[in-house]
């Protein structure tokens, strides 16, 4: 296996002495980082710790984890459906694109994810699965190949691996307490006892991370406010960078054991976009990064944004709002997607900047050790290279309606054609949608009025699939038939004047909350 360089930079093959503070069991055991687990490493930790069952999972049309359960009879049985998968029925997974009269195709583990299921009364080992079809060939319906299409055509065409991470906020909800109340919106990173479900936010990270999510922190997140005796409070969990297959693996896998703990401990949780007219909405922020030979190509040699990051974002700028159709899939999408709620409505960049739809947050990039300064004792080392590894930037427009996998892999294209087109077109494109104020400010209308903006429903966002689809459907990545698929969704919606009908109808907007309440 080649070395490579994943969350931080830290190099995996040097990691064996750090495999102790792993969280998922079955890499302490095994002594293996998941992308190294074989077949026989599967059946060894299986026979030698009493597992009783295996769960296939995968996501359907809908974006929800599906689980096929599996009794372990015997050896050869383990075996075989380790080597073999199972079939199952493709037309009740993804009525688009499989028909009844031919609709079985494979399941086949993928043994990189596997984690015990931290809900299962019996020992159970969760994998997992690709679609295959009868002929031995991958589903290209399936939404984690057409992201694994998008990261081999930008591997082949740049040379660079993609890399991603996402911010997964969510509301959870429970009866209201008379002691310590929140401040309405003003529950950014607040503590306990005005934060008052902390404890199941830690229980949730700890799980994900015993699934195999790479987590950076966990923290509570701007939107508090209470309604008819409930209290709604927004967290959010970050990850680390990794390959961008993995970072879609582990945000679905997250949203998984979230609604599991809690239906467990009788919360009510949700992830869609928009709950609330004028309380905060919950966004899916992915933060994206280019390696090449384990190196973070986001900064050049004098600490500053690269040529590679630069010409990146300019893909991003170029295709925008048609990244709305894979991340902004539901109509009250669009009701976060408005001016003044830290969610962006224009199409541009900036540096630490949160009105702009592309962020470039702090990266360490001053050079002092900073640590050292605070901690006296501990001997300073400026400059250091491992800081460099951290710069990322983060698209601000998607939410939890989205398709994870299809997510990616819009970003992955948008990145890829970025670089692909001549150098001079990608840094002007950067250069003129750069903003370093508010854009949302009265002073900067004359600004704001220069910039494209993002659609404003479903509608719009299927328009503007429609025009750039030729960006997305470039080598292979997104098959024709996925495209119509997504804008006939979309347009099914019909919710040109929703917003309009909405604000005249308060009925009608708590009727679209509880109808989109368990998306994604």
Not at 149 to 165: P, S, V, W
Not at 239 to 244: K, S, T, W, Y
């Amino acid at each position: 296996m080649n070395p490579r360089k994943g969350a931080e930079g830290l190099n995996y093959n040097n990691m064996n002495k750090h495999l102790d503070l792993n969280p998922n069991t079955i890499v302490r055991y095994l002594e293996k980082m998941p992308e190294e687990f074989t077949r026989e490493d599967i059946i060894k930790f299986i026979s030698e710790n009493d597992v009783q069952m295996i769960n296939f999972m995968y996501p359907g049309e809908d974006g929800r984890l599906k689980t096929l359960n599996f009794v372990i009879n015997n050896y050869e049985y383990l075996e075989t459906i380790l080597t073999e998968g199972e079939r199952v029925d493709g037309s009740s997974l993804y009525p688009s694109f499989v028909e009844a009269g031919n609709s079985d195709l494979y399941v086949i583990p993928r043994y990189r994810t596997a984690f015990m299921d931290p809900f299962a009364e019996l020992p159970t080992l969760c994998m997992l699965c690709s679609f295959y079809t009868k002929d031995g060939e991958p589903f290209e319906g399936a939404p984690y190949e057409t992201l694994t299409r998008a990261a081999k055509a930008f591997r082949e065409k740049t040379g660079m691996e993609f890399e991603a991470m996402g911010e997964l906020e969510y509301y959870v909800i429970d009866d209201e307490e008379d002691l310590f109340p929140a401040t309405d919106q003003r529950g950014y990173h607040e503590s306990a006892p005005f934060a008052k479900l902390g404890d199941f936010r830690q229980k949730c990270m700890a799980y994900v991370a015993q699934a195999g999510g790479q987590i950076k922190y966990g923290h509570s997140e701007v939107g508090n406010f209470t309604r008819e005796g409930r209290v709604y409070e927004q967290n959010e969990i970050e990850f680390l960078p990794c390959p961008v297959y993995t970072a879609a693996d582990q945000l679905l896998v997250a949203k998984w054991v979230i609604r599991n703990l809690a239906y467990e401990y009788g919360l009510d949780v949700t992830f869609a976009p928009k709950i609330i007219v004028g309380e905060a909405g919950s966004g899916l922020h992915i933060h994206m990064r280019m390696t090449k030979d384990g190196k973070n190509m986001m900064l050049d040699a004098d600490r500053k944004l690269s040529e590679v990051a630069r010409r990146s974002i300019a893909g991003m700028m170029l295709l925008a709002p048609a990244i709305t159709a894979f991340g902004n899939k539901n109509p009250t999408s669009y009701f976060r997607l408005v001016p003044h709620q830290e969610a962006p409505t224009n199409v541009c960049w900036g540096d630490s900047n949160r009105s702009a739809l592309v962020r470039v947050p702090l990266g360490w990039t001053s050079g002092k050790d900073m640590s050292a300064i605070v901690n006296p004792l501990e001997e300073r080392h400026d400059n250091a290279p491992h800081t460099l590894e951290k710069q990322t930037f983060e698209m601000r427009s998607p939410d939890c309606s989205a398709d994870i996998y299809q997510l990616m892999a819009g970003l992955c294209v948008a990145a890829r054609v970025g670089l692909e087109m001549p150098a001079e077109e990608a840094l002007r494109i950067t250069a003129e949608k750069y903003v370093d104020v508010n854009i949302h400010a009265a002073e900067n209308a004359d600004r704001l009025a220069q910039l494209d903006t993002l659609p404003t429903c479903c509608a719009e966002s299927a328009d503007r699939l429609e025009q750039m689809r030729s960006y997305f459907e470039a080598e292979g990545v997104f098959t024709k038939r996925i495209i119509d698929g997504i804008i006939s969704s979309l347009r099914s919606f019909d919710d040109r004047d929703l917003h309009k009908q909405a604000d005249a109808n308060p009925k009608l907007m708590q009727e679209l909350v509880d109808r989109y309440f368990y998306c994604g």
